[in-house]
């Protein structure tokens, strides 16, 4: 079983609903990533999806593209996060670290070359906005063979014909886009979003981890009730945009133990 795995099925006895934050790479600025990741799972985090800095993020809204600005301005690589994760590892061999981004860092790097390297960094997901499933199976079959969880997301308009598409493709948990539109957006309406889960949870045994949308502990709490992971970004780093280096880490660590507190 993959870290993930073993992560969600600790929580499960425990009768525990994950908390996954989201935080970009290289924000605010590139020192500050390894204090941030490792404040994280000290105020509760469960994993941690770490965004990999991308000129174009199209699913992205204003709160993460400026972090991803914040992080270039200091031409943050994609080798750049994987030496921050294994530095990450270092101190921490049991918190998941879930990359998220878009596929022209790592058609750039090759595909091979990219999962050999995040394997070797301590990885344990990877979730590429733009390969769809039906697109990328080398790809999975590539992370798959160095034992990484390849991560899709589901949207509102997803039929059930691309549920069961994206399901096939999947290790680790589904993550299920809780509302049109791009992160930050703030209309969620919890009762879609539970008939969506319980479509999703009929087709397979996979965890569903719910995300975009959520803002406070209030949402946190009603999408946890549903879901086996709750997924926290563009509040997250809207924390670090408002803050000081000196004050960030802290104020983060803040959030996340109201968060965890209400999931």
């Known amino acids: 079983m993959s870290r993930i795995s073993n ?9 525990k609903k994950a908390l996954i934050p989201y935080i970009t790479a290289g924000d605010p600025n590139p020192s500050l990533t390894l204090p941030l990741l490792h404040g994280l799972v000290e105020a509760g985090a469960d994993m941690i999806e770490l965004g990999i800095p991308f000129s174009d993020p199209m699913a992205d809204g204003p709160v993460i593209q400026r972090a991803s600005e914040r992080a270039l301005a200091y031409s943050v690589s994609l080798t750049d ?3 921050m994760v294994a530095d990450f590892r270092k101190q921490n061999l049991s918190t998941p670290i879930i990359l998220m981004g878009y596929a022209n860092p790592i058609e750039a790097m090759g595909q091979a070359k990219f999962a050999e390297l995040a394997k070797a960094a301590g990885v344990d997901g990877v979730l590429t906005v ?3 499933p039906e697109e990328c199976q080398e790809f999975v079959g590539l992370l798959k063979a160095q034992a990484l969880d390849p991560i899709f997301l589901l949207a509102p308009t997803s039929n059930a014909e691309r549920v069961h598409s994206v399901i096939k493709s999947a290790n680790g948990f589904v993550y299920y886009v809780s509302l049109k539109g791009v992160t930050g957006a703030s209309h969620l309406d919890i009762d879609e979003v539970a008939s969506k889960v319980a479509a999703i949870r009929s087709q397979t045994d996979l965890p569903i981890g719910v995300g975009f949308g959520v ?8 999408v946890a009730a549903i879901a086996d992971a709750v997924v926290i970004g563009s509040r997250t780093v809207q924390e670090i945009e408002s803050s000081t280096p000196e004050d960030v880490v802290e104020n983060v660590k803040r959030l996340m133990r109201e968060i965890r507190a209400a999931v």
């Open 130 to 132: 733009d390969y769809p």
């Open 215 to 222: 803002r406070d502990a209030a949402t946190a709490k009603a």
């Open 7 to 15: 992560t969600f099925a600790a929580l499960k006895t425990q009768g």
């Open 81 to 83: 996060v994987l030496g």
